[in-house]
């Protein structure tokens, strides 16, 4: 039989919930200040954008891999995520599509700097690589289809030649401030675009 007060089971559920949404902000903001700072960004910027104390970044991330790695994973959580949502909500699939787009460049402007983060451990960024796609792959081929369905677009667009076509113009952003993929992926976008009838 057991001794466990069910008042201290919820109260033990609640810092575990705590403690995941705690997580979760911490992440969030590390992802922010590495779009902006890069992931060699200081500890101490993420741990006053997240609001905590740099132990706390420590104490769940004991090194600059750990931390990126969880930040890779969290952000590949979102965009995956993110595909049914913006389907459910936007205008249209050409709407929802195009708002994913946003968000995966988002992420991708993140992930540059994780090679020489993870320099060390190449097995650890390769299960990493396979996640992405095995999470997004199918993400990006619901909102392509939902897309083609609605005559918003042409069919024949492989979502992996997509998502690698939008990874290539990202690339070079960092070292370059008069550069700007969006730009380019909007053209992109645009040619996906079935044309309408005059």
Request: aromatic share 6%; with cysteine.
């Amino acid at each position: 039989m057991s001794t466990e007060n069910p008042g201290e089971k919820a109260s033990a559920r609640t810092k575990r919930a705590d403690a995941v949404r705690n997580q979760q902000t911490l992440l969030t903001a590390a992802a922010e200040v590495f779009v902006t700072s890069g992931v060699d960004a200081p500890i101490r910027q993420i741990a006053a954008k997240a609001g905590v104390g740099m132990g706390t970044i420590y104490r769940h991330f004991p090194t600059r891999a750990d931390l990126v790695t969880a930040v890779y994973r969290h952000q590949i959580e979102a965009c995956a995520e993110a595909g049914p949502s913006l389907l459910a909500s936007a205008d249209s699939p050409f709407e929802a599509l195009r708002q994913w787009i946003d968000l995966f460049v988002d992420f991708l402007i993140t992930k540059h700097g994780l090679a020489d983060a993870l320099q060390s451990d190449s097995s650890r960024f390769a299960a990493l690589h396979t996640y992405f796609l095995d999470r997004l792959e199918p993400v990006c081929a619901q909102l392509l289809g939902a897309a083609v369905d609605a005559g918003d677009i042409r069919p024949g667009t492989q979502p992996y030649e997509l998502m690698r076509g939008i990874g290539n113009l990202c690339i070079g952003r960092d070292s370059d401030p008069r550069y700007d993929p969006r730009r380019l992926i909007e053209l992109l976008l645009q040619g996906l675009q079935q044309p309408q009838p005059a």
